[in-house]
């Protein structure tokens, strides 16, 4: 998760246990378009198909579904959601797009089977072909009947064009190609979804690199930019994998950005 960030270092803000692995969230966006009639996921998170190995591996936490908590708890329920947008297709990110339909766990369906997919043209392609360095980041499990049934909606361009009023897309391509992030404005404020540019708030230093990144210099560049406009604008950034913190404010404090403030979304 810190790439060549020594442990000596990285261990003081993130805690690993005797397997070297340290506390994260896979946590989605839940934006409801009232006007529009809309209920959009922004990621499903990783989902409940995973074998004991995996979990054993990975210590994933599977005791409660809180993809469908979430939903609930936001008043809705899942055949409301009408579209599902993607940042990108690890399966830590969207494991929850499926769901196993049998109990040999050996078909799997969409979990979200009338809702829009929105997935960037050139992440498609990526997936369909991915380079050694994160192939293994991608289950055709949680993506497959998803576009077998027909759900997928391709997003073009960039900048790309943005299907949701509100909200414009910002493409990243250091982590992986094409990822996908909404950036949310109005009068008084504006909110990125960071995903995997600033997976957690202890990433906020430019150089604080993830080994997963599979082209860190320029996720160095994308995250200076940002960083650069949460200081010229006041532009609040979303956590996918903090565990303490969903959402904050950036400051500089000199050279070295830090929490301004957190903020409950």
């Not at 055949?79 to 769901?99: A, K, M, Y």
């Amino acid at each position: 998760m810190f790439g060549v960030v020594p442990k000596v270092v990285w261990e003081r803000v993130a805690p690993a246990d005797e397997f070297n692995r340290v506390e994260l969230s896979m946590r989605i966006l839940l934006v409801k378009d009232d006007r529009a009639g809309r209920a959009i996921l922004v990621d499903t998170g990783g989902g409940d198909k995973w074998s004991p190995t995996e979990i054993e591996r990975f210590a994933f936490e599977t005791r409660e579904d809180k993809l469908g908590a979430g939903i609930a708890a936001a008043g809705l329920r899942e055949e409301d959601i009408t579209d599902i947008l993607i940042t990108h297709l690890h399966f830590d990110h969207n494991g929850g797009l499926t769901r196993w339909a049998d109990q040999e766990r050996e078909v799997a369906l969409p979990r979200f089977p009338d809702a829009k997919v929105w997935l960037h043209r050139r992440h498609w392609q990526h997936t369909k072909a991915p380079i050694e360095k994160d192939r293994a980041s991608f289950l055709k499990r949680d993506f497959g009947p998803v576009f077998e049934a027909g759900l997928l909606s391709i997003i073009e361009g960039d900048p790309p064009e943005c299907p949701f009023e509100g909200m414009k897309l910002h493409l990243a391509h250091g982590h992986t190609t094409a990822m996908t992030l909404p950036w949310f404005a109005d009068d008084e404020r504006e909110l990125l979804y960071a995903s995997d540019l600033f997976p957690t708030f202890c990433h906020l230093p430019p150089a604080w690199l993830m080994a997963y990144d599979n082209e860190p210099l320029k996720t160095l560049r994308e995250k200076k930019e940002i960083l650069e406009a949460c200081y010229k604008r006041d532009l609040m950034l979303a956590s996918g994998h903090d565990p303490h913190t969903a959402c904050a404010r950036v400051v500089y404090d000199g050279q070295r950005p830090v929490i301004k403030e957190t903020i409950s979304l």
